[in-house]
């Protein structure tokens, strides 16, 4: 029971702050912060995705390029160009290298407004520390855990932040369903996400790429948009268009449609 609490956990913090930080603010500039709060964030990110850590500098690059060549050649992680899940996890692991140690060449216009703590990265990336974070990983597995099966799931913690980034990647590119026909294959995972913190609704995402919020139907909550919201109101962040959320964007088209 312990062990399956520090899964959760884990699975939930860790997926946070890449949709909240990764994604939503260094991708994609849905919100603004303070530069100390900038740090505040790094730290969180670090502590909830230890061994598995990612630059958010580099992920906002190979993120932004997924998104201007979806399902294309040069999409760094597409389900089209690899067969299964472990071998899109590896492209998407060896792209994000090559980006992270500036062998790949990145267009400026990738490269605008993205968080930048080059120190904190090349500590929080170095080898060392990941060993030290899969030490106190055993350790707690070794303290938490009743019965041997339970050290299985080590591997998936350690590295639990690929892990996620790549069942997104994959799963919202194979499976789920439409509210927008597109000329790529991103989908909706689940009508109710209580897993991706908001980031199942893939669908709406590639539709509405600058929407702070990534849900449209009535049925459909973003979690990690209501956060969000929070910290809005706690003047954390600044989100930048709260008014332009795709549900009145939808709303306003199905009026025209049925006028
Ligand atoms: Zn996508
Ligand atoms: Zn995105």
Known sequence: MAILILILTH???????QSFFHH???AHRLFTMSRAWEKVFYVCCFVTQ????????????MHRLHHAHTD??????SPKNNDGFWA???????????????K????????????EWAAFDKIAHNWITRVLWMALYTALYIYFATAWWQFLFLPFTIALGTVQGAAVNWWAHRFGYENY?????????????FIFWGEAYHN?????????????????FDSAYAVMRVMHALRIIRIKEMLQRPVAIVKARRKRQTA
């Not at 294309?72 to 992680?77: A, F, R, V």
């Open 11 to 17: 699975w939930y913090a860790s997926l946070f702050f």
């Open 24 to 26: 939503r603010y260094a």
């Open 50 to 61: 230890g061994s598995s850590y990612i630059s958010a500098n580099s992920y906002g690059i």
């Open 72 to 77: 294309k050649d040069e999409d760094p992680h």
């Open 88 to 102: 899109l996890m590896l492209q998407t692991r060896n792209n994000y290298n090559a980006i992270y140690k500036g």
């Open 104 to 115: 790949t060449f990145v267009e400026e216009k990738y490269k605008k407004d993205l968080p």
């Open 181 to 193: 026909k597109m000329d790529n294959t991103s989908k909706n995972i689940l009508p109710i996400d």
């Open 204 to 220: 709406n995402h590639h539709k509405h790429p600058s929407a702070a919020s990534n849900a449209v139907r009535w049925f459909e």
